[in-house]
């Protein structure tokens, strides 16, 4: 199973980026999938999930309203549209196949930072 995150980079606060997973060596659209993020000196924290056909998802708080997780199964793809940007959003971006309630599979991760 292979993971990998991209679109990350530097932004100005109230900007945008949006990040992207491709995943290949599993059934993608039987899996539900996430994403969690560390930010510097802090511990994992879970961000967003999606269900495998993409209908229903779920946002920490802290997102909600700025955030939009989307996922393409024909193109074992997810994304994660993040807008209006803040200072506390930097941090370590992953994407993680999600099984059991727990986060099985992850990518290697990919930098968020937000400053001016």
């Known amino acids: 199973v292979q993971l990998v995150e991209s679109g990350g980079g530097l932004v100005q606060p109230g900007g945008s980026l949006r990040l992207s997973c491709a995943a290949s060596?599993?059934?993608?659209?039987?899996?539900?999938m996430g994403w969690v993020r560390q930010a510097p000196g802090k511990g994992l924290e879970w961000v967003s999930r999606?269900?495998?056909?993409?209908?229903?998802?779920r946002y920490v708080d802290s997102v909600k309203g700025r955030f939009t997780i989307s996922r393409d199964n024909a193109k074992n793809m997810m994304y994660l549209q993040m807008n209006n940007l803040k200072s506390e959003d930097r941090a370590l971006y992953y994407c993680?196949?999600?099984?059991?309630?727990?986060?099985?599979?992850w990518g290697q991760g990919i930098q968020v930072t937000v400053s001016s």
């Open positions: 993680a196949t999600i099984k059991d309630y727990a986060f099985d599979y």
């Open positions: 060596g599993v059934t993608f659209s039987s899996y539900y």
């Open positions: 999606i269900y495998p056909d993409g209908t229903t998802t």
